[in-house]
T-cell receptor, first 113, second 113 residues
Framework: QQQVKQSPQSLIVQKGGISIINCAYE??????FPWYQQFPGKGPALLIA?????SEKKEGRFTISFNKSAKQFSLHIMDSQPGDSATYFC????????????FGGGTRLMVKP | DADVTQTPRNRITKTGKRIMLECSQT?????MYWYRQDPGLGLRLIYY???????NKGEISDGYSVSRQAQAKFSLSLESAIPNQTALYFC????????????FGPGTRLTVL
C-alpha cells in the first residue's frame, strides 16, 4: 500500500507551459514534503521542500502548493523548459520516525521545444 | 552527486548468483541508505544505517543483506539473486544535523536473468 500517491505517471508539456504534478498522502503524521528531480542516468536530487505550516513555497520557477486538510501537495513548474525534462518524485517524512522518506511513484516529464 | 559513488554501474547476472553492490561517500555523513527504483513504484527503502553499528531493515529487506564496513562504506548483497530483483539500485546519505536532505549516488542497474 503506497502511502504517497503521485499523478500523473507521465506528462508532456510545451515549452513555456505550466507543468503540474500532484501527490496525496495518508499519514497525517508526515511533517516534511520534499520533491526530488532525477535526470536520466543520475540519482535523484532535492529540488524543493515544504513543511505543513505554510501553504505555498516558491523557488524560482518551481512552486509547491500544500493543502493540509485535503492531504495533498503539488509541484508547479512555471515557464517549463526542455531542460526540466526529468522524472520528479514527491516524498514525505515524519520527524519522529528518523525522517525516513516515503516516495511517490514518480512522474516522467517531457517538455517539448 | 560525485560525493556518493556506486560500483558497479551496470551488472547482468544469473538467477542464484550472489551479488554485492558497493557504495562509498566522501561527504562525511553518518547516515546511509539503500533504495531500489522500479517504474511506477518510485524508490523503496531496502536498508538504512544511522552509524556503523546501527543497521535497520527498510520496507523491502527480504532477499537482501547489508554491511557497513566503515562510516564511508555501505554494501548491499543479494545472496541468491532472482529475476524480480532486476531494478535500479541507489545508495544515499544524509547528515544527522540536516536529516531531511538525502544525497543520492548515480545508481546501479542490475539485471537478473
Amino acid at each position: 500500500q503506497q502511502q504517497v500517491k503521485q499523478s500523473p505517471q507521465s506528462l508532456i508539456v510545451q515549452k513555456g507551459g505550466i507543468s503540474i504534478i500532484n501527490c496525496a498522502y495518508e499519514n497525517t503524521a508526515f511533517d516534511y514534503f520534499p520533491w526530488y528531480q532525477q535526470f536520466p542516468g543520475k540519482g535523484p536530487a532535492l529540488l524543493i521542500a515544504i513543511r505543513p505550516d505554510v501553504s505555498e513555497k516558491k523557488e524560482g520557477r518551481f512552486t509547491i502548493s500544500f493543502n493540509k486538510s485535503a492531504k495533498q501537495f503539488s509541484l508547479h513548474i512555471m515557464d517549463s523548459q526542455p531542460g526540466d525534462s526529468a522524472t520528479y518524485f514527491c516524498a514525505a517524512s515524519r520527524n519522529n520516525a528518523g525522517n525516513m522518506l516515503t516516495f511517490g511513484g514518480g512522474t516522467r516529464l517531457m517538455v517539448k521545444p | 552527486d560525485a560525493d556518493v559513488t556506486q560500483t558497479p554501474r551496470n551488472r547482468i547476472t544469473k538467477t542464484g548468483k550472489r551479488i554485492m553492490l558497493e557504495c562509498s561517500q566522501t561527504k562525511g555523513h553518518d547516515r546511509m541508505y539503500w533504495y531500489r527504483q522500479d517504474p511506477g513504484l518510485g524508490l523503496r527503502l531496502i536498508y538504512y544505517s544511522f552509524d556503523v553499528k546501527d543497521i535497520n531493515k527498510g520496507e523491502i529487506s527480504d532477499g537482501y543483506s547489508v554491511s557497513r564496513q566503515a562510516q564511508a562504506k555501505f554494501s548491499l548483497s543479494l545472496e541468491s539473486a532472482i529475476p524480480n530483483q532486476t531494478a535500479l539500485y541507489f545508495c544515499a546519505t544524509s547528515d544527522r544535523l540536516f536529516l531531511n536532505e538525502q544525497f543520492f549516488g548515480p545508481g546501479t542497474r542490475l539485471t537478473v536473468l
